[in-house]
């Protein structure tokens, strides 16, 4: 048995405070499991994120205690929101595809009000890897903590006859609201095997007040089922075999999801990659 110790990280609540075009304001609750001997407490601190030179949160504690054992801590996103710059979907689609993300977190100008701690991290920058497979994992994999997040995704459900899909979600944000507005996707098995692909506009197919629809509402902690989705579908041979022999039982489908939403006053597109979720096969 490996004697690496890991914290362990569990989101239990996400709130928007606040939304703009371009900012998505967060309040998050964790829990933290830390398993080793020595802890730490800082009054207040936040730092920089960023990634492949796009500055894309600031995150920050207004008091953090943490000790050995169970600790509750609420942690301040300021999310950068930068729809139309293809780096945010790059971090969106390398986090989801367990892919290693390489982020830099660096201080600023009273980015605390401990004036020693200020003074050093003013010109902090750090560079770190994380392994985004870990994410969601109680593995003892080399790292120092693994995540648990809420599941938004609990079942898809693929119907032969009418070549549509259905998925039931359940959205963990409270706050703001958020709407799925488009989406695209293309199915493949074993992550090479082209099964099908969807493009579904909500803003046309929902009812609308006014003259618009911001699309498909996914009210906070209720499982939504998504009307049946059309599927264009592949037409190889092998593909249709793979479905065919799966019907009443289910199929490990990866998917490549573009999405467009909107959660309170800010567009979001981002790119997600899911691997191997499980799909029932239906008549």
């Known amino acids: 048995m490996s004697n690496n110790k890991l914290a362990e990280i569990s989101v239990t609540r996400i709130h928007v405070l606040d939304t703009t075009r371009d900012q998505i304001k967060l309040e998050i609750d964790i829990g933290v499991e830390n398993p080793f001997t020595y ?26 205690s943490l000790s050995q054992g169970t600790n509750d801590v609420t942690v301040y996103v300021d999310f950068n929101n930068y729809p139309g710059d293809p780096r945010q979907r790059m971090l969106f689609l390398e986090a989801s595809s367990g892919k290693n993300v390489t982020l830099e977190i660096s201080g600023f100008p009273n980015c605390t009000t401990i004036s020693p701690l200020e003074e050093s991290l003013r010109g902090f920058s750090q560079k770190f890897t994380i392994d985004t497979s870990q994410l969601g994992s109680h593995s003892s994999s080399p790292g120092i903590f693994t995540g648990k997040f809420p599941k938004v995704l609990r079942e898809v459900v693929f119907h032969i006859f009418t070549m549509s899909a259905e998925a039931t ?27 099908g692909v969807l493009e579904y506009d909500f803003t046309d197919k929902q009812p ?43 199929l490990d489908v990866s998917v490549f999801t573009n999405i467009q939403m909107q959660v ?3 567009p979001l597109n981002f790119t997600i990659m899911g691997r191997n979720a499980p799909v029932k096969i239906r008549l």
């Open 39 to 64: 802890g730490a407490f800082i009054s207040d601190m936040a730092l920089e994120v960023n990634y492949a030179g796009l500055h894309i949160a600031t995150v920050g504690v207004k008091e953090l």
């Open 169 to 195: 979600v359940v959205n963990p944000v409270s706050g703001a609201s958020v709407w799925i507005q488009t989406i695209d996707a293309i199915g493949y098995y074993e992550d090479d095997i082209p099964l």
């Open 208 to 250: 609308r007040r006014q003259g618009q629809s911001n699309g498909l509402l996914l009210p906070y902690n209720q499982a939504i089922t998504t009307p049946r989705l059309p599927i264009t579908a592949n037409e190889t041979s092998i593909g249709w075999d793979v479905v065919r022999r799966a019907i009443g039982g289910t």
């Open 264 to 266: 309170g006053n800010a």
